[in-house]
């Protein structure tokens, strides 16, 4: 058995590349089976994607159609858009279906990116193999790939990013010009890329600051966010109510906390209606908190099991990094996917937490990744080399 999990074990990466084709043949069978499908914000992509092919492709006529409406620049939308309308005119009345081709292929190149990057990290082929597993019973990775929507698409770059950034981490360099080049992909995918966007920026800039280089530092960075976080969204609120409050573009931010809505049409999730600041803020703290919560009343039995799961696993992962010796530049690591997936919990509990927690899958597999490294550094701490 020793032999197996030693990193100079001959079949390791054979046992690597089985596992790998197992899971991503699992996930796109799946998939497959269960066909592609189709949401309100679906044929909204549809319609845009006509209309950008009756104008040639001509961005600067596209981005005006809808100018008067009350929504976020089209730029925003640009690049799901450009795609679904590149499948209609290459594949017609099968464009559906290639689109759906496309986001399994965006899958594919992510299995290949967390391998990457945890090969680039030093955590053995065949723990990175007993993770992908993982990746396969989360229910977003079979869920969301389904959808004609920008999710996979946006949850590719986010994890193509994390990689240039665990890549910086560990060759102790900065990709700007690659990391610039995603950003922009962001931008143009969806408007929630903001928080994404601000972590990447900010950890670039920031990374190597001293203070970040013990982990008792980081666990307190980390808390010191967490915390605040509710107390900001707070007084970002009561900064609206105060000096925007009317204007129907802000009021959507305020309105669902004035009816002390949790979950997006979940009512069972809801609170009282808020009469003061720190029942603002309480609002906010339960927001952040069910952005990571697994259960809801109206999933499936084996939808729950899988979501509590993926759950433990995650949680276990941080405990192990929080308790057992690491290295710093895996530290940081943590620290990056860590901030990354409180600046998105934060912005969407100041936005809106959809009804199917949509808007969690971009970081699912980058908190993933933090599972191997965790059996990595549990090994090493035992001495199994």
């Not at 592609?36 to 992509?45: E, P």
């Not at 990447?200 to 960075?221: R, V």
């Not at 703290?285 to 809801?296: E, S, V």
């Not at 990056?336 to 959809?354: C, N, T």
Request: charged letters at 15%; one cysteine or more.
């Amino acid at each position: 058995m020793k032999n197996i999990f030693s990193d100079e074990w001959k079949y390791k990466n054979i046992f690597l590349n089985i596992i790998f084709l197992l899971s991503f043949s699992f996930i796109s069978s799946y998939i497959l089976y269960s066909g592609y499908s189709m949401s309100t914000d679906s044929v909204r992509f549809s319609r845009w994607a006509d209309n950008l092919i009756e104008l040639k492709f001509n961005y600067s006529d596209f981005f005006l159609i809808e100018k008067i409406r009350i929504r976020p620049h089209l730029f925003f939308f640009s690049l799901p858009v450009s795609l679904i309308a590149l499948c209609k005119v290459i594949f017609a009345n099968q464009w559906q279906l290639a689109f759906l081709l496309l986001n399994l292929l965006l899958v594919f190149f992510s299995l290949i990116i967390f391998v990457k990057s945890l090969l680039l990290i030093g955590v053995r082929p065949i723990l990175i193999g007993l993770s992908l597993p993982v990746i396969v019973i989360s229910v977003d990775i079979l869920i969301w790939p389904k959808f004609i929507l920008s999710d996979m698409i946006y949850a590719f770059l986010v994890l193509f990013a994390t990689y240039f950034v665990i890549k910086g981490i560990i060759k102790n360099k900065n990709y700007y010009l690659e990391l610039f080049l995603i950003i922009l992909l962001l931008l143009a995918s969806r408007p929630a890329s903001i928080p994404v966007i601000f972590i990447i920026i900010f950890f670039t800039l920031f990374s190597n600051l001293q203070i970040l280089s013990k982990k008792k530092n980081i666990l307190f960075f980390l808390f010191i966010i967490f915390i605040s976080i509710p107390f900001i969204l707070g007084l970002v609120y009561s900064f609206i109510e105060t000096n925007f409050s009317g204007i129907p573009k802000i009021d959507f931010l305020t309105n669902m906390v004035k009816i002390g809505m949790i979950i997006h049409d979940r009512p069972n999730t809801w609170v009282d209606v808020p009469s003061n600041f720190v029942d603002v803020v309480y609002i906010y703290f339960l927001r952040l908190a069910n952005f990571f919560n697994p259960y809801a009343s109206g999933f499936s039995i084996i939808h729950i099991v899988l979501n509590f799961i993926l759950t433990f696993v995650v949680s276990l992962s941080i405990l192990g990094w929080i308790f057992l010796q690491s290295f710093t530049k895996n530290d940081k690591i943590f620290l990056f996917i860590l901030i990354l997936s409180l600046s998105v919990a934060a912005f969407h509990s100041f936005i809106l937490i959809d009804y199917d927690w949509r808007y969690r899958f971009p970081v699912i597999l980058p908190l993933i990744i933090l599972f191997p490294i965790s059996l990595e550094n549990f090994l090493k701490k035992i001495n199994f080399n």
